[in-house]
């Protein structure tokens, strides 16, 4: 009986001591209309609390964080935590009709989950249509108390978010596109922290984002690229930088003087202020993987500044070639997980679901009597197995399941393509019998803590690019990645399993692969798509149902009492 006793009084000891250091963080966004000047034109956008980016919230591991969102703007909306696991909190998600339905004009709903196991940086933004190109903000999540960073304690914490510009409403211009079925406009601008900074020749800039820094002090940088459909190489002039984390989990230190990030996707790096005092630009400009396609092709810039810099114009970092994807793929494969991180966890070496699915463009069928601006005169359209993904418009994926509707979604997602050719060859690119893609509502059914494999090819349908993927309520782990048709025999014995990176969002190759595995400890509906908002409307897309497991702890909860009513 002894032992007993002193097990459950060390076991009580413990979890005192782990809830003592939690808190309670609560805020209200407010969602509304701001008349907001870029590049010297004003425009009515959607924002939070009045700014771009909305307000960073920043919390510990282990806390608990409760946003009131009160929504009154003219648009439905929801609020993505993006990164977060939702365990147990699965109805604060926030995917339009995946996981919730809208909050309307002049409604609200409070997001109530917990920060788990995850340090780092993640982040939130708007997942209804294109408000995400104003709607979004940091999460910043810190070491709980007791525990501190795998590296060097910085001097200061800084977050830069890379954005997207459009002079004009964004939901306009997604709304013109998708009504004649055509590509949207690009962006006009690129951003740092809200600004385009000061390379915009049209333009004189009424502000520029500037860290101040001082001379041989560490600074642990937040990027996070919340642009919609742009991925970024991003610099700082004369400044060498180290990888420690990437979407809210630990890596081993990656030196490297260039960060390749695409949408969706957060690195945190340790800088140096190591130089001369002098001004320095931090530079962004498109990583455009896609050859032919048009893109702006400007650069976005914020200063890095030293005390008593004497130069009047910053010193411009030498940035990538637009089109390097040698460069780009250095940084995405070399990144290993920092296995001494205490929420790490050994890559699971059976598999129970073995997947390969392909992800790419394709068209759909115009309609009658409408003219379309795709190509053939069709719809653009995307799909993954050939599966272009409609979402329900009148209940969420995840109520459907709690409520057992049935004829929402059909669990048929196939776990191989339909047709087996040459996916990346570009010969293929405008083969009108492999452009056509169905408009399906079909997922994937796994069995609760089911290990996943699966493996992303990407297509040359259309055109070939980077696609990155985001899967919600989970990180996976990123087995290998390469160029070509995945081959099962020989690309498997290039599979890191013991210590690869784990993401939530991976840029798979432009004309290549990439082989994921996690395990679906979490049940209910998780969106996996495409993070170019260009291509989840157009079907880029599929949901994971994951089935309850047999302890309350692994079973989905029922829906808030305020949860939105379509």
Same mark, same amino acid.
Request: aromatic share 10%; no cysteine; hydrophobic share 40%.
């Given at each position: 009986m002894a032992p007993s006793r002193v097990f459950v009084v060390g076991f009580v000891l413990a979890f005192l001591s782990v809830t003592a250091s939690a808190a309670i963080v609560e805020t209200s966004f407010h969602v509304k209309n701001l008349t907001a000047n870029r590049l010297c034109e004003n425009h009515v956008i959607t924002a939070v609390n009045g700014s771009i980016p909305g307000p960073t919230l920043r919390v510990k591991e282990g806390d608990t964080v409760i946003v009131h969102v009160f929504n009154k703007s003219p648009y439905n909306l929801t609020i993505h935590w993006h990164g977060v696991f939702q365990r147990q909190s699965q109805w604060a998600d926030g995917p339009e009709f995946i996981t919730q339905c809208p909050i309307r004009p002049g409604g609200n709903y409070t997001y109530r989950f917990h920060m788990i196991e995850q340090v780092g940086t993640l982040w939130w933004?708007?997942?209804?249509?294109? !408000? #995400?190109? /104003?709607? &979004?903000?940091?999460?910043?999540? #810190?070491?709980?108390?007791? $525990?501190? &960073?795998?590296?060097? @304690?910085? &001097? #200061? =914490?800084?977050?830069?978010? !890379?954005?997207?510009?459009?002079?004009?409403?964004?939901?306009?211009? =997604?709304? *013109?596109?998708?009504?004649?079925? *055509?590509?949207p406009a690009n962006a006009d601008a690129y951003t740092i922290n809200g600004w385009p900074g000061d390379l915009f020749n049209s333009c004189r800039p009424s502000k520029i984002y500037k860290l101040d820094v001082v001379p041989g002090k560490t600074y642990l940088l937040k990027i996070i690229n919340a642009a919609l459909n742009t991925q970024f190489f991003f610099k700082i002039a004369n400044h060498n930088l180290t990888v420690v984390g990437e979407d809210a989990a630990y890596t081993n230190p990656f030196p490297t003087d260039v960060i390749v990030i695409g949408p969706?996707?957060?690195?945190?790096?340790?800088?140096?202020?190591?130089?001369?005092?002098?001004? &320095? +630009?931090?530079?962004?400009?498109?990583y455009a993987s896609a050859a032919g396609v048009p893109f702006n092709a400007n650069t976005t810039t914020a200063i890095l500044a030293y005390p008593n810099a004497t130069q009047t114009t910053p010193i411009l970092p030498v940035l990538p070639a637009f089109n390097d994807t040698p460069t780009a793929f250095a940084f995405s494969s070399n990144i290993t997980a920092l296995v001494t991180s205490p929420f790490w966890s050994p890559v699971p070496q059976t598999v129970d679901e073995n997947m390969y699915v392909t992800i790419g463009l394709g068209l759909s069928v115009c309609g009658n009597n409408q003219t379309c601006q795709g190509i053939?005169?069709?719809?653009?359209? *995307?799909?993954?197995?050939?599966?272009?993904?409609?979402?329900? /418009?009148?209940?969420?994926?995840?109520?459907?399941?709690?409520?057992?509707?049935?004829?929402? +979604?059909?669990t048929d997602f196939p776990d191989q393509p339909p047709l087996v050719f040459d996916y990346v060859n570009v010969?293929?690119?405008?083969?009108?019998?492999? %452009?056509? /893609?169905?408009?399906?509502?079909?997922? @994937? @059914?796994? @069995?609760?803590?089911?290990?996943? $494999? %699966?493996?992303?090819?990407? /297509?040359a349908l259309v055109g070939i690019e980077n696609h990155p993927m985001h899967l919600h309520g989970f990180n996976f782990y990123v087995l290998a990645q390469g160029f070509g048709n995945y081959n099962p025999v020989n690309d498997s014995k290039k599979f890191n399993l013991v210590n690869p990176q784990e993401r939530n969002t991976l840029g798979v190759p432009v004309g290549g692969w990439a082989a994921i595995r996690f395990r679906a400890n979490n049940p209910g509906v998780w969106f996996i798509h495409c993070h170019l908002d260009v291509h989840l409307p157009w079907g880029l897309a599929t949901a994971f149902v994951v089935e309850n497991g047999g302890t309350p702890e692994s079973t989905l909860p029922p829906p808030p009492a305020d949860f939105p009513k379509c």
């Open positions: 933004h708007a997942h209804s249509k294109w !408000l #995400r190109a /104003t709607v &979004y903000g940091a999460l910043v999540i #810190r070491p709980r108390d007791g $525990q501190k &960073y795998p590296f060097v @304690k910085p &001097y #200061r =914490e800084d977050t830069i978010m !890379l954005g997207e510009w459009w002079n004009a409403n964004p939901i306009d211009v =997604e709304n *013109a596109a998708l009504a004649v079925g *055509a590509a969706g996707q957060t690195t945190d790096v340790l800088l140096t202020a190591n130089q001369s005092p002098g001004l &320095y +630009y931090m530079a962004a400009h498109p053939f005169g069709q719809r653009m359209s *995307a799909s993954m197995n050939n599966h272009s993904f409609a979402p329900p /418009t009148s209940i969420s994926l995840l109520e459907a399941l709690f409520r057992n509707v049935s004829g929402v +979604y059909t010969n293929n690119s405008f083969n009108q019998t492999l %452009l056509m /893609t169905p408009k399906l509502t079909s997922v @994937k @059914k796994l @069995k609760f803590n089911a290990t996943v $494999q %699966l493996v992303f090819q990407n /297509t």
